[in-house]
């Protein structure tokens, strides 16, 4: 198998541990950010999803791997399904046929990973206070805004952290590969630890009032759109068939982001402190 074969294993691994993470994150908010046990089971369930990230960035480029997490939406819905015993809607099928076609034309037209030049100090460091600029942008809008509104802005905040997190992974094992770990820039490693927390706990505190699926589904579509543009400009990654395929990789591109945004819009039409919306209604599935 290739290389790009191990990054997409790697990625629907990860994916579906980090679907699994978002559910319990979702029932921690539920019962006020309270319970170790709870904690830990998030905690643990996000760390295995890190970890089968990083691993699938080795293999592959930054741009399939952060599209490949769009998954994560698509493992959340069968995970809530059973958890609730309640099958998943037909119109909730449709999109993600949707956001699967699009993963597929992406991965179709992507080329084999290959070593990304290094970034140095000047390079990593405009990187990573530009993102934490429009992070913080994203985070005080929030706080002024209502409910929904302020769980997808930290929602959004929280993507743009987890994929510039990504493309400085990216760079960092890229470092390790070619000269070892003493190459590696501690600003960098700094700058991965930082927007890892970060997006964790902007994504934790998303959940709070829009339940799980839109703060999930604004996740799952800031996440590779920011990660894919840096990974772009950073790394010069690209697809097959030049401009072409550029056209095909947009279209793509808006077919998996209406499969997504249409699994939110079919998922919770309230918030989960309205009394009089049930379990099912929160996770985004309906008889």
Known sequence: MGSLGWAVAFSVLSAASYAAAAVAQERLAEHGQRGWARWAIALLLTGGGVVLHVI????GTVAVVQALGTLTLLFALPIAAVRLQIPISRAAWVDAILTVAGLALILSLSVESTKPELLGDPDDRRLAL??????????????????????????????????IGSVLSKAVLSAVTDDGVRSVSPFAAIAVLVFSTGGYLLSQLSYGR????????????????????AGVIV????????AAGLVVIAIAGLLMTLGVIGLARHAATRSPSDD???PATRAGISA
């Open 56 to 59: 699938a960035l080795n293999f």
């Open 130 to 163: 530009i993102t934490l600029a429009l992070v913080a942008v994203l985070s005080l809008a929030a706080w002024r805004a209502g409910p929904r509104v302020r769980s997808m802005l930290l929602a959004a905040a929280a993507g743009t952290a987890f994929g």
């Open 210 to 229: 829009a339940g799980l699926a839109a703060p999930l589904a604004t996740v799952s579509v800031t996440n590779p759109i920011v990660a894919a543009t």
């Open 235 to 242: 790394f010069d990654e690209g697809f097959r068939f030049g």
């Open 276 to 278: 009089s919306t049930g």
